[in-house]
């Protein structure tokens, strides 16, 4: 099983549509867990840590599920701009590491 | 909010050169720093990870004698890619974690280089 498992995609999402990323995790030591946002050949931006308790952020909701090893992203009212590659982030383990999902990839569609 | 710079941006060189990327943490101090290549289409892989005073910790696969990193302050980290040949070329990207909010992750603008 890889350490951090995304589907690629891509997602074709039409605007205003709702759309929900998962993400799987194999290390169940982890103990932080982010969402991050790359737009093409740019650095990746944080978009929301993801906490036991779930959080929220405007359209955007993150979730995680310790016994299942996965957290979520939704996006609500989805727009054009929230077209990039989400990546899912785990890290926090023993050996200090900090892992990247292969990400996916979302195309908001007028 | 922290701030990464990453330069140069963009580099073209010939096969057998050097090239040195340079990461600082502009107004944080940063205890680790990571180093990131990312091939078209593909995703962020960690090559290493540098701890400030002492040596990087490379990822699998990745020939610490072929890039070498160097973390010898708090606030700037380099990778020197050493004899780059075409197959290198890649987007390297760098990040640094601040010691006082461990969790976050800052990174860099990135480097594209190109070896001819």
């Known amino acids: 099983r890889k350490e951090v498992e995304q589907d690629p995609g891509p997602f074709n999402v039409p605007e205003g549509a709702t759309v929900a990323f998962n993400c799987t995790y194999s290390?169940?030591?982890?103990?932080?867990f982010f969402w991050y946002r790359q737009d093409c050949r740019k650095e990746p931006k944080l978009l929301m840590s993801?906490?036991?308790s779930g959080n929220e952020d405007g359209r955007f909701t993150a979730q995680l599920n310790r016994a299942s090893q996965y957290i979520s992203l939704l996006i609500r009212d989805s727009k054009l701009s929230d077209s990039a590659t989400y990546l899912c982030v785990v890290g926090g383990t023993e050996d200090d590491k900090i892992i990247f999902g292969k990400g996916t990839r979302l195309h908001i569609l007028p | 909010g922290a701030v990464v710079s990453q330069h140069p941006s963009r580099v073209i060189c010939k096969s057998g050169t050097s090239v040195k990327i340079e990461c600082r943490s502009l107004?944080?101090?940063?205890?680790?720093m990571f180093w990131y290549r990312q091939f078209p289409k593909q995703s962020l892989m960690l090559m290493a990870t540098?701890?400030?005073?002492?040596?990087?910790?490379?990822e699998q696969g990745v020939e610490k004698d072929k890039f070498l990193i160097n973390h010898a302050s708090l606030t700037l980290s380099t990778l020197t890619v050493t004899s780059a040949h075409p197959e290198d070329s890649s987007f390297y990207i760098c990040?640094?974690?601040?010691?006082?909010?461990?969790?976050?992750?800052?990174f860099g603008s990135g480097t594209q280089l190109s070896v001819l």
């Open positions: 993801v906490y036991s």
């Open positions: 540098s701890n400030e005073g002492s040596k990087a910790t490379y």
């Open positions: 990040s640094a974690r601040d010691q006082w909010r461990s969790e976050k992750l800052f």
């Open positions: 107004d944080f101090q940063a205890t680790t």
């Open positions: 290390n169940s030591a982890s103990q932080s």
